[in-house]
């Protein structure tokens, strides 16, 4: 089988708890909490070795550098005002909304994409995206693209 380096965006529940801890363990690390890659990996509950095989594999989605774009799509009810609370989510964050297409509802669900700017102090994405999906009527947020 051909293998590739490939990148995927996954949302935080589907991934294995190693992971995670990588994760942490490279914070503590970054934060100077901890002085030695085995500190921050006794600290978190995973191995040394564990550690090194995924490091390099695992990067938090919370690139908020100026000038990223962003695109998300999801599905959301017919239902007045919905949005531009999903809209406000978006400048509560402070990102800018580049383009919003919307499709004509049917059986009272329509079809969003959504192209948002990351500037400089826009807050983190993932709270964003989560901000989004957890408004009545909204589904399957999902991160189509970033540039």
Same mark, same amino acid.
């Given at each position: 089988?051909?293998?590739?380096?490939?990148?995927?965006? !996954?949302? *935080?529940?589907?991934?294995?708890?190693? /992971?995670?801890?990588?994760?942490?363990?490279?914070?503590?690390?970054?934060?100077?909490? =901890?002085?030695?890659? *085995?500190? @921050?990996?006794?600290? !978190?509950?995973?191995?040394? &070795?564990?550690?090194?095989?995924?490091?390099?594999?695992?990067?938090?989605?919370?690139?908020?550098?100026?000038?990223?774009?962003?695109? /998300?799509?999801?599905?959301?009810?017919?239902?007045?005002? /919905? +949005?531009?609370? !999903?809209?406000?989510?978006?400048?509560?964050?402070?990102?800018?909304?580049?383009?919003?297409?919307?499709?004509?509802?049917?059986?009272?669900?329509? &079809?969003?994409?959504?192209?948002? *700017?990351? +500037? *400089?102090?826009?807050?983190?994405?993932?709270?964003? =995206? &989560? @901000?989004?999906? @957890?408004?009545?009527? !909204?589904?399957?947020?999902?991160? /189509? @693209?970033?540039?």
């Amino acid at each position: 089988m051909n293998q590739s380096t490939g990148y995927y965006i !996954v949302k *935080q529940k589907a991934l294995p708890e190693v /992971l995670l801890k990588v994760v942490e363990a490279k914070r503590l690390i970054d934060s100077e909490k =901890v002085m030695t890659v *085995q500190e @921050a990996a006794d600290l !978190v509950g995973i191995s040394r &070795s564990s550690f090194y095989k995924y490091k390099d594999d695992i990067i938090p989605f919370h690139d908020n550098s100026q000038g990223t774009t962003i695109t /998300l799509t999801f599905q959301m009810d017919d239902e007045p005002g /919905l +949005l531009s609370n !999903v809209l406000k989510v978006i400048a509560d964050f402070q990102a800018n909304i580049l383009t919003i297409h919307q499709s004509i509802p049917i059986n009272g669900v329509a &079809s969003l994409s959504l192209s948002v *700017q990351i +500037l *400089q102090n826009t807050l983190d994405i993932s709270d964003m =995206v &989560s @901000a989004i999906e @957890a408004h009545d009527g !909204v589904h399957h947020v999902k991160i /189509l @693209a970033k540039e």
